[in-house]
């Protein structure tokens, strides 16, 4: 049992080859429905090895088969054994996954996959066709960069962890940038920097050129005294320091900061509004209004200061 599908990308093969083997790719194939999550991304496309995290704790781990590596037009993964949680998931039994590519011409490749496993159809192929759709829609974003002379860049990302932060940093790397995921605990290798919100480091910022600044306690809950202040807290103070200490590094030209929507206030109406709109009244507008402004010393220092009202 088993499945092939195939689509053909407008990009040349090494292109799209090249993005397979970035950090993020395998993030961004995982469908939002599936239950996963990915933990460890491998290193290699001919030997490395991929873990996914599933519910229960479980994990499944794909083995890249050295004999079936063959660039710019194959790779191959298969189910293998990684400790004691990845044993139930070898319940299965045989799993391949064969990705090849064809080059149709200069700018047009065929990839298709090939899973072997004693799995439905009806389960595979949904995940199959996400993946190749992402994939041709993540390499146009890259094109369009380029095209746009967007970078190499080097990014620091705060909330990188989060919803919007895990997408768009998989995004970033898969694109060729360089990005540094700013955390708030030990940093576990380059990729990460120790980010203390209240205490920033002087040198956290070297070497960048662009901040994307998205953390912030969740709103979801019951607005309490304790919440509002999580959520006032977590913004205000942590964006106006960074926004400083963006200020004062050499490098850095951008400073992205989230924002929301709640800054018009918690009904508007049918009213179609526009960032030309006045803010609104109440506890998020007020928190939102006090949010942008943090990022004032970035903007005073001379980088272009960008906020991004999401809802």
């Known amino acids: 049992m088993g499945i092939e599908y195939e689509s053909v990308v407008p990009h040349p093969i090494a ?34 090895r991929a873990v996914l995290a599933l519910p229960g704790g479980l994990r499944w781990v794909a083995q890249h088969d050295p004999a079936g590596y063959v660039p710019p037009r194959r790779f191959v993964d298969t189910l293998a054994s990684g400790g004691p949680r990845s044993w139930p998931t070898r319940l299965i039994g045989h799993w391949q996954h064969i990705h090849e590519f064809d080059p149709v011409d200069d700018g047009h490749t065929r990839v298709r996959d090939r899973v072997r496993a004693p799995v439905p159809r009806a389960l595979l192929e ?63 290798g380059p990729g ?29 809950g019951r607005f309490t005294a304790q919440h509002r202040a999580a959520i006032r807290d977590s913004r205000i103070g942590p964006t106006r320091r960074l926004a400083e200490l963006a200020g004062r590094a050499a490098g850095v030209r951008t400073f992205v900061s989230a924002s929301a929507i709640g800054y018009y206030g918690p009904d508007r109406g049918d009213d179609l ?23 004032e010393p970035a903007l005073a220092a001379g980088v272009r200061v960008v906020c991004v009202r999401t809802g």
């Open 15 to 48: 292109d799209v080859f090249a993005w397979y083997g970035r950090p993020g790719a395998l993030t961004r194939l995982i469908p939002p429905w599936q239950p996963m999550t990915a933990v460890a991304e491998a290193a290699s496309l001919a030997d490395g």
């Open 126 to 188: 949904p995940m199959l066709r996400y993946r190749h759709r992402q994939l041709a829609d993540d390499l146009a974003a890259h094109r369009e960069a380029a095209a746009a002379r967007a970078g190499p860049w080097t990014l620091a990302v705060t909330g990188a962890s989060g919803l919007v932060g895990s997408a768009l940093t998989a995004l970033l790397s898969t694109g060729g940038h360089r990005v540094i995921r700013l955390v708030r605990r030990p940093a576990r």
């Open 192 to 220: 990460e920097r120790r980010w203390e919100p209240e205490y920033p480091a002087p040198d956290l910022l070297d070497g960048v050129d662009t901040v994307i600044h998205l953390a912030g306690a969740s709103i979801a």
């Open 273 to 295: 509004l526009t960032e030309a709109d006045a803010r609104g009244d109440g506890f998020l507008a007020d928190v939102v209004a006090d949010w942008e402004a943090a990022t």
